[in-house]
């Protein structure tokens, strides 16, 4: 006994005549939005003058290699001495603050002369404290100084891993 494989049906290249090929589209306003997202994510859809990327050390990114035990002890530091500079900046003597240099120290001595009077009865605190690595053993920091009349300004200084201690080794005016 014979048996015939069964005819393979294949689909006709062409449709029978007056029929159309059934085409499915996506709807235009899906279209749009999908070709939009798909430009974003390639980057067209971002602007051309591209700012410098902060690596905010309390942001999680770095600029520079920096081991987690001394950015601990940097950022312990920083607070600690722009917590205590921002309470004594508008008083008339200087008072020492910890962690800082000796140039610091004079620096500062010098400053508290020229704060004006009516800034004197205030008590600022410290805002927002921001790290920055900018070498093996080099931090930038800046505490932003709040004293409720004020509009809040930044000081930055610089803090230098010295013999385990890290301190601050310059500053600069308020922003």
């Keep these: 006994m014979q048996m015939e494989a069964p005819a393979q049906r294949h689909a006709p290249a062409h449709p029978p005549r007056g029929c159309a090929h059934r085409v499915k589209a996506a709807p235009l306003p899906f279209a749009l939005i999908a070709l939009g997202a798909l430009l974003l994510l390639?980057?067209?859809?971002?602007?051309?003058?591209?700012?410098?990327?902060s690596h905010s050390l309390v942001a999680g990114g770095r600029a520079v290699p920096l081991p987690p035990v001394q950015l601990a002890h940097a950022a312990t530091s920083a607070r600690r001495f722009g917590s205590a500079y921002a309470r004594s900046i508008y008083r008339r003597s200087h008072t020492r603050l910890p962690l800082?240099?000796?140039?610091?120290?004079?620096?500062?001595?010098a400053a508290s002369t020229r704060v004006p009077l009516e800034r004197r009865d205030l008590r600022p605190h410290a805002g927002k404290i921001a790290l920055q690595a900018i070498g093996p053993g080099r931090v930038?920091?800046?505490?932003?100084v709040i004293d409720g009349r004020s509009a809040?300004?930044?000081?930055?200084?610089t803090l230098r891993r010295a013999r385990g201690i890290w301190l601050v080794i310059a500053i600069s005016p308020p922003e």
């Design 42 to 53: 390639l980057g067209c859809g971002s602007p051309s003058s591209q700012e410098p990327v």
């Design 100 to 109: 800082a240099s000796p140039q610091v120290e004079r620096d500062l001595q």
């Design 140 to 144: 930038q920091a800046s505490v932003e």
């Design 152 to 157: 809040p300004f930044a000081v930055a200084f």
